[in-house]
């Protein structure tokens, strides 16, 4: 089943709509100050997407709702919400460049652009960061170019040279930072959607309509398959296929014969006469 982009920005702004959402809004309004003059959701998001406005001020806001985020429970993900929704027109950008540039299929690079926001707005530190929708959104969009630059490197590799001889090339250490670097994305990547795949379950426990409780489960098994997959994926790259067993020491005493390679051991044989 396909994600659909703009699916996925309905059902977030349906539960975003939801009594249980406006409770924990108001959580965050006691909070932080910034957001108290609004006293929804729709208000705040209006006055972030209008043109007008103090871009100060507008920061003020994300600054606010980054660290609510920053909390667990509900107030944290509403916040994430909140955040996910400010930004939805800079990410959209993003997937229409990412697409444009072929980085991947449209579902990877959707689930690919999810996965990383959230990883950016749990992980923001406030203190190092003056703008941030600015930043998140480049840091999203950078490391999606360096994974996709380096995953065309690992291809092209596999395929124009033998094992062996990139083991033989002056640059082997680049390679293996190069692999660690991908490896550590992957895990990004995969913990991101887990804790997406979280957050709409906890959704699931609170929906309050039939309509409601579909839009979850599907968005739900859509992230499940999606982390299914990507912990395959996780688990091929460890073990790149196969398992490889190297003999570095072998004592022979005397009177004694080594074998190197394959043995079969098969069942009781007919003695030869």
């Not at 999810?114 to 203190?127: M, Y």
């Not at 170019?145 to 002056?170: C, F, K, V, W």
């Not at 839009?215 to 398959?225: I, T, V």
Request: glycine share 6%; proline share 3%.
């Amino acid at each position: 089943m396909s994600f659909a982009w703009h699916e996925i920005r309905d059902q977030i702004m349906h539960s975003a709509s939801t009594l249980n959402f406006q409770r924990s809004f108001d959580a965050i309004r006691r909070e932080q100050g910034p957001v108290v003059p609004f006293r929804d959701p729709a208000a705040l998001l209006d006055a972030l997407h209008q043109k007008a406005g103090s871009p100060d001020q507008k920061n003020l806001i994300l600054v606010a709702l980054a660290s609510a985020a920053h909390s667990d429970g509900h107030t944290g993900d509403c916040a994430l919400t909140l955040m996910l929704l400010a930004l939805w027109p800079g990410l959209d950008a993003i997937r229409r460049r990412c697409i444009w540039r072929k980085v991947g299929t449209s579902d990877e690079i959707t689930a690919d652009i999810l996965g990383r926001t959230t990883e950016a707005i749990r992980g923001l530190d406030l203190q190092r960061v003056n703008w941030i929708a600015a930043t998140i959104l480049r840091n999203v969009e950078r490391d999606i170019l360096r994974a996709h630059q380096r995953e065309t490197g690992r291809q092209s590799l596999r395929s124009e040279t033998e094992p062996d001889q990139i083991a033989a090339e002056d640059g082997s250490g680049d390679a293996a930072i190069s692999e660690a670097q991908l490896l550590r994305d992957l895990r990004l990547l995969v913990g991101a959607i887990h804790q997406a795949t979280m957050m709409m379950a906890r959704r699931l426990n609170h929906v309050e309509t039939i309509p409601q409780q579909d839009a979850a489960e599907r968005a739900l098994n859509k992230l499940a398959r999606t982390y299914a997959m990507q912990m395959e994926a996780l688990k091929r790259y460890r073990t790149s296929g196969q398992q490889k067993v190297t003999v570095e020491h072998v004592t022979v005493n005397a009177g004694g014969q080594a074998i190197v390679g394959a043995v079969a051991h098969g069942g009781r044989g007919v003695d030869e006469k």
